[in-house]
T-cell receptor, first 110, second 118 residues
Framework: QKEVEQNSGPLSVPEGAIASLNCTYSDRGSQSFFWYRQYSGKSPELIMS??SNGDKEDGRFTAQLNKASQYVSLLIRDSQPSDSATYLCADSDSNYQLIWGAGTKLIIKP | GAVVSQHPSRVICKSGTSVKIECRSLDFQATTMFWYRQFPKKSLMLMATSNEGSKATYEQGVEKDKFLINHASLTLSTLTVTSAHPEDSSFYIC??????????????FGSGTQLSVL
């Protein structure tokens, strides 16, 4: 059974520091990976997608993919209190069905 | 980005009533829509997948007669919770996927519906 695993946290990071969120996946055939952010009581919103090995940067966010290790990460630089949320990792199978991780709760402390 | 509209955002109803939730893709054709439910502090749980013009595929443990899904057009899917009971109280979220390259792989979410059954 395909799985995506994340540490549920909470992960506490001081404001201004780098927050590092990690995710592993079981399906070696997965090609697409996504990070979603979900605030309490709200729907998930897509932050980053990554398809190739290496880093992908978008503003303060960097997604990293290592297919050999089946590992995806999200780095948030200069963390802000508004970044406090649950971050969901997901990969996509050949039918574009998303397999979700359980999410990591991130707390940015002022 | 693609927009998915979900209504209502909040429903409070009496036990035994039915509640309909609508999900619309506003600027793309959503050939596939997904319905999730989420309990407090828990992750998303996929309930069913619906493709336009065909019957929904329900996940194991989800009662199809209780959670009626209709996907009659490429832009609209509805979820009806029939004879709702307090244990059905949850946050229901729809998401949509289109066929065009820019929307094919990514899921776009509605804003969610908080259902409270008294």
């Amino acid at each position: 059974q395909k799985e995506v695993e994340q540490n549920s946290g909470p992960l506490s990071v001081p404001e201004g520091a780098i927050a590092s969120l990690n995710c592993t996946y079981s399906d070696r055939g997965s090609q697409s990976f996504f990070w979603y952010r979900q605030y309490s009581g709200k729907s998930p919103e897509l932050i980053m997608s990554i398809y190739s090995n290496g880093d992908k940067e978008d503003g303060r966010f960097t997604a990293q993919l290592n297919k050999a290790s089946q590992y995806v990460s999200l780095l948030i630089r200069d963390s802000q209190p508004s970044d406090s949320a649950t971050y969901l990792c997901a990969d996509s199978d050949s039918n574009y069905q998303l397999i979700w991780g359980a999410g990591t709760k991130l707390i940015i402390k002022p | 980005g693609a927009v998915v509209s979900q209504h209502p955002s909040r429903v409070i109803c009496k036990s035994g009533t039915s509640v309909k939730i609508e999900c619309r893709s506003l600027d793309f054709q959503a050939t596939t829509m997904f319905w999730y439910r989420q309990f407090p502090k828990k992750s998303l749980m996929l309930m069913a997948t619906s493709n336009e013009g065909s019957k929904a595929t329900y996940e194991q443990g989800v009662e199809k007669d209780k959670f009626l899904i209709n996907h009659a057009s490429l832009t609209l899917s509805t979820l009806t919770v029939t004879s709702a009971h307090p244990e059905d109280s949850s946050f229901y979220i729809c998401s949509a996927r289109g066929t065009a390259v820019r929307v094919r792989e990514k899921l776009f979410f509605g804003s969610g519906t908080q259902l409270s059954v008294l």
